[in-house]
């Protein structure tokens, strides 16, 4: 039925049943898609709960069901030993289709990881230009992540000043990962608590080291975004 008589009369009041059809069909995709990522996010995050790899946590942070928070902690033999690194980590509607999204709130001194948090890893982009695979899950991430702290891949850098210290002096550059470390990465929990994390998770809270990112090294001729696209 038409309102004014017809076409000239105004708007349209029925639509047409394909379009309907078309809204219910994407509709149903997005919640399908919803719980896909439920079901899966609430098995990983039990397993991690129960089994977690070495030296990393992971829990939900707020009422949203994407949003999580991960802490690391560095290494033995590594500049970031006994620091503990908290990372912000986004699941987006399409997981496990899509990576999530992670980076650092903790500043970090590291040629892979920019002063912004940011990673260059390729399990975090889709192919062709990343690895993810739905296959893949949060805890590989986190791992993942964890292996790269240990060993930076200099020639794929998000800070190229960081990557060319690495590469041809590397006491300069232990020295100011140690530094960073001991600044950022160990600061008193008591001072710091992360809200809804878990109470043996670390020396560091996110809220603090968050603000302090705002230290991080400028961006400028010595930065450069890795080949993965960040």
Request: proline letters at 11%; one cysteine or more; charged letters at 25%.
């Amino acid at each position: 039925m038409r309102g004014g008589g017809g076409p000239a009369g105004g708007c349209v009041l029925f639509s047409s049943p394909a379009l309907h059809a078309a809204e219910w069909t994407e509709q149903g995709s997005r919640t399908e898609g919803t719980m896909q990522r439920a079901s899966r996010l609430k098995r990983e995050l039990s397993l991690l709960a129960t089994e977690p790899p070495p030296g990393i946590t992971c829990w939900q942070d707020t009422d949203q069901m994407g949003d999580l928070r991960a802490q690391i902690i560095g290494g033995a033999n590594t500049p970031y030993e006994k620091g503990v690194f908290t990372l912000e980590v986004s699941v987006p509607e399409r997981y496990p289709f899509e990576p999530p999204q992670v980076r650092f709130l903790t500043p970090i001194y590291h040629p892979n990881i920019d002063s912004a948090g940011r990673i260059c890893l390729d399990i975090l982009k889709l192919p062709p230009k990343g690895a993810w695979r739905p296959s893949l899950s949060i805890a590989t991430v986190l791992a993942s992540i964890q292996l790269l702290m240990a060993e930076p891949n200099p020639d794929d850098p998000l800070m190229a000043d960081i990557s060319s210290e690495f590469k041809y002096n590397k006491p300069a550059f232990l020295s100011n990962a140690r530094r960073w470390t001991e600044q950022h990465a160990r600061q008193k929990q008591e001072d710091e608590e992360v809200p809804g994390g878990p109470p043996a998770a670390g020396d560091a809270g996110a809220p603090g080291t968050a603000q302090k990112r705002k230290a991080g090294p400028p961006g400028g001729p010595g930065k450069r975004f890795c080949d993965e696209g960040i």
